[in-house]
């Protein structure tokens, strides 16, 4: 799993397990992701972005 980027092994995390961003400590998910908190916060944030980027291309 670490070959792949953060990015890409925390969205392959998402669409295994939906729940799992809502019932685990964010710093438990980092540690099985091999990041720090603070680098899943950054990815977090730039998801809610495009997210929200999307909605206005809409």
Do not use: W
């Amino acid at each position: 799993m670490l070959i792949k980027t953060p990015s890409e092994r925390f969205h392959e995390l998402v669409s295994r397990y939906p729940g799992v961003i809502h019932n685990l400590p964010i710093q438990e998910i980092a540690s099985y992701l091999g990041i720090s908190r603070r680098q899943l916060h950054r990815i977090r944030e730039d998801e809610s972005a495009a997210e929200a980027s999307e909605c206005e291309d809409i």
